[in-house]
């Protein structure tokens, strides 16, 4: 379930920060707008998974 809930947050902030890139195309905001989805995949990666 926590999973499915980090997914479904997962999806929602990178439609929040995709659609920020696409209305206000600054090359400078685009590079922190990836900057940041990839530290979101990486949180949702490590922290979502099975634990040991």
Same mark, same amino acid.
């Given at each position: 379930?926590?999973?499915?809930?980090? &997914?479904?947050?997962f =999806? *929602? /902030? #990178?439609?929040?920060?995709?659609?920020?890139?696409?209305?206000?195309?600054?090359?400078? &905001?685009?590079?922190? =707008? *990836? /900057? #940041?989805?990839?530290?979101?995949?990486?949180?949702?990666?490590?922290?979502s998974?099975?634990?040991?």
């Amino acid at each position: 379930m926590n999973r499915i809930l980090a &997914l479904i947050a997962f =999806i *929602a /902030i #990178t439609i929040f920060l995709l659609i920020l890139a696409v209305e206000v195309p600054s090359i400078d &905001l685009v590079i922190v =707008i *990836a /900057i #940041t989805l990839g530290f979101v995949a990486f949180d949702f990666f490590t922290s979502s998974g099975k634990r040991k």
